[in-house]
Nanobody, 124 residues
Framework: QLQLVESGGGLVQPGGSLRLSCATSGFTLRYYAIGWFRQAPGKEREGVSCVSSSGRDTAYADSVKGRFTVSRDHARNTVYLQMNSLEREDTAVYYC?????????????????WGQGTQVTVSS
């Protein structure tokens, strides 16, 4: 069974950090590009970051560039999203998604495997 499970969300103060994990199973991670997305209440799902299957190519939304870093560990079948200098506007449910293509995309329509999401709340 192909599965993605996010973890690492929680409540953090502005300026704080969190590391999200996307644990994968049921498929060979190194053949899949991974995207991170988020959806805040009343807003559409937006692309946050993505990483190619090899890990060599990454992309970030302008709103998180310089603060978020995506990485992947094929030995652990896990992809990470390190989030630093968090802002209230980063509050959302964060999802990881996978596609069996080497290149990643920041478009949600390009992915066919999704996790259930993890809540990130930035508040003092």
């Amino acid at each position: 069974q192909l599965q993605l499970v996010e973890s690492g969300g929680g409540l953090v103060q502005p300026g704080g950090s969190l590391r999200l994990s996307c644990a994968t199973s049921g498929f060979t991670l190194r053949y899949y590009a991974i995207g991170w997305f988020r959806q805040a209440p009343g807003k559409e799902r937006e692309g946050v970051s993505c990483v190619s299957s090899s890990g060599r190519d990454t992309a970030y939304a302008d709103s998180v560039k310089g603060r978020f870093t995506v990485s992947r560990d094929h030995a652990r079948n896990t992809v990470y999203l390190q989030m630093n200098s968090l802002e209230r506007e980063d509050t959302a449910v964060y999802y990881c998604a996978a596609r069996s293509i080497t290149r990643c995309t920041m478009s949600a329509a390009g992915y066919d495997l999704w996790g259930q999401g993890t809540q990130v709340t930035v508040s003092s």
